[in-house]
Nanobody, 123 residues
Framework: QVQLVESGGGLVQAGDSLRLSCAAS????????MGWFRQAPGKEREFVAC????????LYADSVKGRFTIARDNAKNTVYLQMNSLSPEDTAVYYC????????????????WGQGTQVTVSS
């Protein structure tokens, strides 16, 4: 069983940057594709980014492409989401997600979820 714990959320101003971290325990992440989803108040949880288990393929939602970068450090069993040029529309709870072997872009693909970390961007 994989346990995922996010950190790094907070309150920032529009235009600022923030880096989220997702630390895993229980199993190595090296066989998992890793991703980030987010859920804004009153909205469904949506895909943000995904990184293949090898790290050689990435997928991004159109709304974050060019601003967010997903990365992983398998030695540290940690995944990151670097978020630049943040806007109030990025305000949401951000969830780390893991899927065995293959990439994910929908909630139903996810095998393991973190508990979420709040990101709030003020205008």
């Amino acid at each position: 069983q994989v346990q995922l714990v996010e950190s790094g959320g907070g309150l920032v101003q529009a235009g600022d940057s923030l880096r989220l971290s997702c630390a895993a325990s229980g199993r190595s992440l090296s066989s998992y594709a890793m991703g980030w989803f987010r859920q804004a108040p009153g909205k469904e949880r949506e895909f943000v980014a995904c990184l293949s288990k090898s790290g050689d393929a990435t997928l991004y939602a159109d709304s974050v492409k060019g601003r967010f970068t997903i990365a992983r450090d398998n030695a540290k069993n940690t995944v990151y989401l670097q978020m630049n040029s943040l806007s109030p529309e990025d305000t949401a709870v951000y969830y780390c997600a893991a899927r065995w072997l293959v990439v994910m872009t929908t909630r139903k693909d996810v095998n393991h979820w973190g508990q979420g970390t709040q990101v709030t961007v003020s205008s």
